[in-house]
């Protein structure tokens, strides 16, 4: 905005600085309005005309001469004359700039920055040791390359760099730092008025330059805005990332072939198709011993057709019995000139075409001598396929130390097109792309350079250089779309860091052999105005310094509408790659959205949330690839860095990589109120997507917000995301960072992950308020080799997604058990979940695994290992529910176990009879729809307590064709009867009946098993250890029991002093009966509880009253009673539910009920190990028997099960569109505007192209 102090002052450009001034309400950033000089006060208008009137006669006072007369007649003609001249010359001159003006296009626009009228020009030359200061009233347009110690932009001033219509500037400043102070401000073009040249700002210096000072809150290297200060760079508008339409295969050609023998007598040949570069032939012809194989080959040439490509060899010897037909074929079809001289042993390769004639023919002999050739005779010609792609087929042959050669070869060349899903036609020659990886690991990413391609069309480019090592996937396989992403690297304007050629100094050299310390932008907040776009960040970020990234937003705050920025602040369509410290840092800061930006090659989270209190941010359409581990936070870091930087850990402690570190993602989003739409994370070391809590601001933030109640906020929009090639997770909702520095009683270090939070949003944060269910919609998840998805929490709801293969699939560790989040549940509904897909990878790039294929028996990339149970859909905890998905591909192998529906390997903690599915559909190629473990590699003993007790209800019997059943471990006797069918290939049963879970809580005694049997099945019982260290004082045990049946519990040490039962999952009035196993001696208090969880308080405490044996206990279970059998040592009771359950509660409406025991021991029966199995039985043996009615399988297919629709793929900008304005309704998101807008524009592309 232009303000004018007065009219002896020059006019400046200055934005006002926010919080210190009102903006105007016109007020647009980057808007340049030039100031004129007010017009002039008119003039008073002229007398009205009068006729004319003689003038009266005066007396002459002197007369002129004639001569004198006529003289100065002439004198005031030659001045008119003049003046004519000079106005026609200066009407000329004003004509020709305009003219001159109009044939550049070069025109004045006032949003043009460099068009100002107050800039003047500037061409400081090369200094490193000239520090600049532009002051107030000081504007410059830079129009050359400079290189300073620093540039200080300072109230009042500016710095344009200068651009013209054909942008053919190509200006660098060179400098340490650039501070932009308060009314300060530095542009490169606009958002109306784009920059066309070639803009570099090179940030130099080296981390151990003791004579450089650090700028305070800055550092060195740096691009910095202050308080007040305006930054706006805007590049040339190129489309920023897209997809694959077209597979690329390793060698960039779909039908790639490589074949060399060392003995193949006679002539061998290839036949390839010349639109395709398929190989379509491959035979010997032993033309040296046979007469039917010399004619076979002549009727194979002349069966095929013109135009087809034929690559002959000679192995050994081939002329003995090729007859003249042959040759003569070859020669008129092929346009041979040396086979009717073909000799004896002679080396001979001829590449050609069918009638191409003498032209399309290469060929090559090489005499024999000495059994040796001198080297290859060599055939090569180039094609191009009916896509663009350039092909080379060789053949060559060869004599070398007495053994004959003969090899073939079908390669791409310097002519590989990619097919894109948009118009690329903004991408030029010479830019540099990357290529994301489409397979386990992200180091399959690669980069290209693009080379001029006249005949590709708007969608396609052509690459230079190597062809692809690895098959990077253009297509929706089995369902899932999995095309590659593409990623415009270059930019006009250019912001890097300028390195050493190695590592050196104290910037953890043990670590990265090369340079780490690069350039960074750091805002701080109440700035003035900042908004980049299409700008290129390189060797930015310095990895020993935290808070020095390529854009670091530094608690700066609101920074939308919210913040007073009537024009909100943003990052569009950045590149940023190959950073040393992550890509974009957002520091207490809200409201930015991160639009279109690709992070490519980082050390370090890349799309950064900071310190637990960032909201509202939106990454929209973002893509971060290839995440490496750092060092700064220890989220950041692997293994060795983990254990060996211990500067903050208690003295003498050693950190657990596993428990503490190793979480390094593309995006780290440490509060769920933030927006995820349309991005892709396409490979990091540990995560794609991590939400990880905080339980009170951190960091630099700390104490501003005492406690944050992330793990209680409702998610904000995710939609339409994609997570692959991530080696531990593609998204991972789980876990918070610890918000204490490290003690003696706590070694581990400030910021270290910490297992102890479980989201479980709530209406404005207030566990007391309704639930509210966070959606993820539209996920796609494939090649993680560990787990496409993981999400603890309560109230999540997964829809119309897409899962393949990944180690496990989607895996719901639900926060809805006991005692954690009660009445919450997850579930998954309209999704497609893939074993093995066809998309079979690509051996090598850090890929450790390949073996045989479980559907098709074909190599392939495998996630984990060889053995590893792959599974599409992992249960652990519960209440879970899934419905109406489809499964394909999933088929074991005598290797390893490949199964639909799993669960969550070694577990020790419970597993809910709540675990509902239904509607699902299974395709042929599943050959394995569960799957209970069984010991050995991976399994283990399989027979920790949560193994044991795994279980789910089949709904609709879609899944074991009997209708409201439940599924088992076929050694769980406390659930079976005798009609359950078994499915020994499950290793699982099939049972009908009514099951819930009691919970055995005990105190008194450790290294204490317990023993549980069903009376009716008294020789199967379930020993459970317990899901606490063995040497904990107290103990838990999750049994699941059959409802209406009774079972005696006994301990391998002595019986517990109290233990305390907790009906979970009751309905009521449902019971069981329990007998537990005390000392004979032993006296009891019983009594009867409800607990509040809320309040933390219990109600309704009622006495239990003995009664004289088991069958007046039996008479009586409506009351409160027990019966203590002492001459079995038996305590019977009943466990029954009083009161109301509703939906997924594991408690009642009146709290969760419970039983108590207090048991005093005699003091000689303290240590007696309480097992009365020997005494129990026969006694309490009862026959077995069902009391629900196993019920007929289904005898029809589900016609109606499975996803509606079995491909997924990124959602169309009309479905975005639709869901973004729905959010729009239902929040106050006014950054979600600009995003619907952009959504129209990119619709409006889309049907203009």
Excluded at 415 to 434: A, C, E, H, T
Excluded at 568 to 575: E, G, H
Aim: aromatic share 10%; charged share 20%.
């Amino acid at each position: 905005m232009q303000v004018n102090d007065g009219p002896s002052s020059h006019p400046i450009f200055v934005a006002p600085v926010n919080g210190n001034t009102q903006r105007s309400s016109g007020y647009v950033p980057g808007r340049i309005v030039p100031v004129r000089s007010p017009p002039p006060a008119k003039a008073p208008p002229p007398p009205p005309l009068k006729p004319p009137v003689p003038s009266p006669a005066r007396p002459s006072v002197f007369n002129l001469s004639e001569d004198e007369s006529r003289r100065e007649r002439a004198q005031n003609q030659q001045k008119n004359t003049y003046i004519c001249v000079g106005v026609f010359f200066c009407v000329f001159l004003l004509i020709l700039i305009l003219v001159l003006s109009l044939a550049s296009k070069d025109v004045l626009d006032e949003n043009c920055p460099h068009h100002n009228p107050v800039l003047h020009s500037w061409n400081p030359g090369h200094d490193l040791k000239k520090v600049v200061v532009v002051r107030s009233g000081e504007h410059y347009r830079l129009d050359s390359s400079a290189t300073l110690y620093s540039v200080i932009i300072q109230a009042g001033g500016s710095v344009v760099f200068a651009d013209d219509k054909k942008g053919s500037k190509n200006i660098t400043l060179r400098t340490r730092h650039i501070l932009i102070e308060d009314g300060g401000a530095l542009h490169i073009g606009a958002p109306k008025c784009r920059y066309r040249s070639l803009a570099t700002i090179t940030l130099v210096g080296r981390s151990d330059e003791t004579a450089v000072t650090e700028v305070p809150g800055m550092g060195r290297k740096f691009l910095g805005v202050n308080a007040g200060g305006t930054l706006e760079l805007h590049g040339s508008e190129r489309l920023s990332w897209t997809f694959l339409t077209r597979t690329i295969p390793a060698s960039g050609l779909t039908s790639d072939h490589s074949f060399q023998k060392n003995f193949s007598r006679g002539i061998n040949l290839r036949v390839v198709d010349q639109d395709t570069a398929e190989v379509l032939s491959n035979e010997r012809f032993d033309t040296h011993d046979s007469y039917n194989d010399s004619m076979r080959l002549s009727e194979l040439l002349k069966s095929l057709p013109v135009g087809r490509i034929v690559a002959l060899a000679t192995g050994d010897s081939a002329v003995k019995n090729l007859q003249k037909e042959t040759k003569r074929t070859i020669t008129d079809l092929l346009g041979s000139n040396h086979v009717n001289n073909l000799q004896y042993r002679q080396a001979w390769a001829l590449v050609s075409v069918i009638g191409g004639g003498n032209a399309s023919c290469t060929e090559e002999v090489r005499d024999h001598e000495n059994h040796d050739t001198g080297g290859k005779a060599l055939a090569r010609r180039e094609f191009i396929t009916v896509d663009g792609v350039g092909f080379t087929v060789t053949a060559y042959s060869e004599w070398k130390n007495g053994y004959p050669t003969t090899g073939f070869q079908v390669d791409a060349v310097d002519k590989v097109v990619l097919n894109l899903m948009d118009d690329v036609s903004s991408w030029k020659p010479g830019d540099r792309i990357v290529v994301a990886s489409t397979d386990y690991s992200m180091h399959q990413a690669e980069e290209f350079t693009l080379l001029p391609c006249p005949h590709c069309n708007s969608k396609q480019v052509r690459i230079q250089g190597e062809v692809p090592q690895f098959t990077h996937v253009g297509e929706i396989l089995d369902g899932v779309d999995m095309r590659a992403e593409v990623a415009l690297l270059s930019r006009n304007i250019l912001i890097h860091g300028e390195m050493e050629n190695s590592c050196y100094g104290k910037n953890w050299c043990q670590y990265f052999s090369y340079d780490t310390f690069g350039g960074h932008i750091k805002i701080l907040g109440n700035f003035s105005s900042v908004h980049l776009s299409e700008v290129e960040l390189k060797h930015m970020g310095q990895q020993r310094e935290k808070g020095r990234y390529p854009v670091n937003f530094h608690r700066c705050g609101d920074v939308d509408q919210r913040g007073g920025y009537s024009d909100p602040t943003y990052l569009n369509s950045l590149s940023i790659h190959h950073s040393f410290s992550r890509c974009v840092g957002i520091h207490a800061t809200n409201g930015l959205l991160v639009r279109d930006t690709v992070g490519y090659d980082t050390l370090g989270h890349c799309f950064f949330l900071e310190d637990g209190i960032e909201q509202r941010n939106v990454f929209f359409h973002n893509l971060g690839l290839l995440t490496r581990p750092g060092t700064i936070l220890p989220t950041d870091r692997n293994d060795s860095m983990c254990t060996e930087i211990t500067d903050r850990v208690h003295k003498g402690y050693v950190p657990s990589p596993a428990n503490e570190c190793k979480a390094v993602s593309t995006f780290w989003i440490a509060h769920p109120n933030n927006h995820l739409i349309s991005n892709s994370a396409a490979g990091s070391q540990d995560a794609g997507i991590w939400y990880v809590f905080h339980n009170s601001s951190t960091g630099d933030s700390h104490g501003l917000i005492p406690e944050t109640k992330a793990e209680l906020t409702p998610l904000g929009i995710f939609f339409n995301n994609r997570v692959h090639s991530n080696f531990k997770a593609g998204l991972f909702i789980d876990r918070k960072v610890k918000s204490t520095n490290a003690t003696a009683a706590d070694p581990r270090e400030y910021l270290c992950l910490d297992n102890s939070a479980r989201f479980r949003p709530h209406e404005n944060s207030d566990p007391s308020r309704p639930r509210v269910a966070a959606l993820i919609d539209t996920l796609i998840s494939f090649k993680n080799n560990d787990l496409g998805v993981w999400i603890r929490g309560g109230d999540i709801i997964i829809r119309n997604s897409g899962f393949a293969d990944n180690g496990v699939g989607l895996s719901f560790a639900s926060d809805g058990s006991y005692p954690k989040d009660e009445g919450s549940s997850q579930e998954v509904s309209q999704s497609l979940f893939v074993g093995e897909s066809r998309n079979r990878g690509t051996n090598g790039g850090q890929n450790k695994y390949w073996g045989i294929g479980g559907v098709d028996g074909k190599m392939r990339t495998l996630p984990r290992n060889k053995t590893f149970p792959i599974r599409g859909f992992q249960i652990n905890d519960g209440p879970v529910r899934i419905l109406d998905s489809t499964f394909r591909a999933f088929s074991p192998t005598t290797e390893r176990f490949t199964m639909a529906v799993g669960f969550s390997l070694k577990n020790i903690w419970q597993l809910t009879p709540r675990n509902h599915l239904s509607s699902l559909a299974f395709q042929p190629s599943v050959t394995l729809r569960a799957f209970f473990g069984r010991p050995g590699e991976w399994f283990e003993q399989n027979d920790l307590d949560g193994d044991k007790n795994s279980i789910f209800h089949d709904l609709d019997g879609s899944i074991s064709n009997y209708k409201d059943t439940y599924v088992a471990r076929a050694d769980n006797f406390l659930i079976r009867h005798p009609q359950c069918v078994e499915f020994p290939h499950w290793n699982g049963v099939v049972c009908s009946g009514k099951y819930s879970q009691v919970y055995i809580q005990t105190q008194g005694a450790s290294n204490l098993s317990l023993s549980i049997s069903r009376d009716e099945y008294p020789d199967k019982p379930m020993v459970l250890r317990g899901i606490r260290s063995q040497t904990a004082p107290s103990q838990q045990y999750q049994p699941v029991l059959m409802m209406g049946k009774s079972y005696t519990v006994h301990w391998n040490g002595p019986a517990p002093r109290e233990t305390v039962l907790s009906l979970i999952n009751f309905d009521q009035g449902d019971w069981a009966l329990l007998g537990f196993c005390y000392p004979n001696e032993t006296v009891f208090q019983i009594t009867s509880d409800i607990y509040n969880k809320q309040s933390n308080s219990f109600d309704g405490i009622e006495d239990y009253g003995p009664v004289s044996s088991i069958s007046d206990l039996e008479k009586r279970q409506q009351e409160r009673k027990y019966f203590f059998d002492k001459s079995v040592g038996l305590l019977w009771l009943y466990a029954r539910a009083w009161h109301r359950r509703d939906g997924h509660s594991y408690c009642s409406t009146a709290g969760c009920e419970r039983v108590k025991i207090i048991a005093t021991m005699h003091a000689n029966q303290k240590t007696q190990t309480c097992n009365c199995t020997a005494n129990a039985y026969p006694k309490y043996k009862k026959p077995a028997s069902n009391i629900v009615p196993m019920p007929k399988p289904n005898t029809e297919p589900c016609r109606a099960c499975g996803a509606t629709q079995v491909r997924t793929v990124q959602a169309p900008y009309e479905r975005t569109e639709s869901f973004v304005q729905c959010s729009t309704q239902r929040s106050d998101l006014t950054i979600i505007q600009s995003i619907w807008n952009y959504l129209k524009n990119q619709k409006k592309k889309t049907e203009t192209d």
